[in-house]
């Protein structure tokens, strides 16, 4: 049974970074795409940014964007997120996702989740 495994959530001060992994069990194929995702209490799962497995293509939204990084170690299948600049609005779960069908940034189309890490940004 292939799971994602989230690490790395906490809490930070504004301005800090934090960096988040996610270890995939079960395989990963070049077609595959993982992504973020994030939910904030009360609001609906946001797509933060996603990953071509293969080719290593990255996809960011525009909260995230120059911010945030996105990447992948293929031979550990596992998949990071560096977050830097944090702000409160970044406050939220986080989740990776696993997309067996190609590049999207809907949460509907990822079939695999992990359990989520918190991230809480508070001075």
């Known amino acids: 049974q292939a799971q994602l495994v989230e690490s790395g959530g906490g809490t930070v001060q504004p301005g800090g970074s934090l960096r988040l992994s996610c270890v995939a069990s079960g395989r990963i194929y070049s077609s595959h795409v993982m992504g973020w995702f994030r939910q904030a209490p009360g609001q609906e799962r946001e797509y933060v940014a996603a990953i071509r497995w293969g080719v290593g293509n990255t996809y960011y939204s525009n909260a995230v964007k120059g911010r945030f990084t996105i990447s992948r170690e293929k031979a550990s299948q596992t998949l990071h997120l560096q977050m830097n600049d944090l702000n409160s609005d970044d406050t939220a779960v986080y989740y990776c996702?696993?997309?067996?069908?190609?590049?999207?940034?809907?949460?509907?189309?990822?079939?695999?989740w992990g359990q989520g890490t918190q991230v809480t940004v508070s001075s």
């Open positions: 996702a696993l997309n067996r069908d190609g590049l999207s940034n809907t949460a509907r189309d990822y079939d695999l």
